[in-house]
């Protein structure tokens, strides 16, 4: 499995810079007198793209800590990716709909918004965080979305059940921490351990997360138009969805 990881690791950086020749590239800008690379517009193909960039670096930062046996942070980083593998979903329906929904044009204005929490602070105005939507609302949309299918409860609850599933690896729930348990050292490990017992249904885990993340590079090609992202998806799909297992299973 981890040289089918390595393989698709691969295809998706190759991809992916073939992606960013699509989209404009940021420009060097000064912020209080540093330099700062921003983008020109707030698009949502260069949302889009911004956000398959954060799936292939978790899912590689995912297999790193996955063959230490750090399976904590494996897990709680395979649940952002989970967040930003909805996110291009989200973003391509929304972006082809024929007019833009106000969804789309909330989650744009938040995702390219600067980050003012500590000059507000230095400035004893009051700190606020940006009005990002709500993570029931974009998967309601999904869900409720044509382009989906099926039934619309069906799919938004399955997310949500994703989600909760590996919530308490984020949030440190007594037990998930529990697992970092060794009954023959009888303490919590914390340093490395390949030997842990929960490594192969971790694997398994990581197996739906890489899935997923193809299909992520699917969309996009729908997004951007490109033939052939959307080509080539369809070989390493068919990887995944030979190889042994449910490869979208919870």
């Not at 992606?19 to 260069?46: C, D, F, M, W």
């Not at 593998?85 to 082809?96: E, G, I, K, P, R």
């Not at 833009?100 to 700190?127: I, M, T």
């Not at 709500?134 to 409860?153: E, M, V």
Request: net charge negative.
């Amino acid at each position: 499995m981890q040289s089918l990881f390595a393989d698709t690791l691969n295809w998706m950086d190759d991809r992916l810079y073939w992606l960013e020749k699509l989209i404009p590239q940021p420009t060097k800008i000064r912020i209080e007198g540093a330099v700062a690379y921003r983008y020109p517009e707030k698009t949502p193909q260069i949302a889009l793209v911004l956000r398959l960039a954060r799936i292939v670096s978790g899912l590689r930062a995912s297999t790193y800590l996955w063959s230490a046996g750090l399976l904590q942070e494996q897990a709680a980083i395979c649940r952002m990716v989970n967040e930003f593998q909805d996110d291009v979903t989200f973003l391509t329906l929304a972006q082809l709909e024929e007019e833009q929904p106000p969804l789309l044009h909330r989650f744009l204005e938040a995702f390219f918004a600067e980050e003012n929490s500590a000059k507000n602070f230095r400035s004893g105005v009051r700190v606020k965080g940006h009005d990002t939507p709500n993570r029931k609302n974009i998967l309601n949309y999904i869900s409720q979305h044509p382009a989906s299918g099926g039934d619309p409860f069906t799919g938004s609850n399955a997310s949500l059940a994703l989600s909760f599933a590996i919530s308490g690896y984020v949030h440190g729930s007594a037990e998930h921490i529990v697992e970092m348990f060794d009954p023959a050292k009888r303490r919590l490990v914390t340093n490395v351990w390949p030997e842990n017992p929960f490594c192969p249904a971790h694997e398994r885990d990581l197996r739906n997360y890489f899935y997923r993340g193809v299909l992520a590079f699917g969309f996009a090609g729908v997004a951007l138009n490109d033939d052939s992202t959307k080509s080539s998806v369809l070989d390493f799909r068919k990887l995944y969805e030979d190889s042994e297992g449910n490869p979208v299973g919870l």
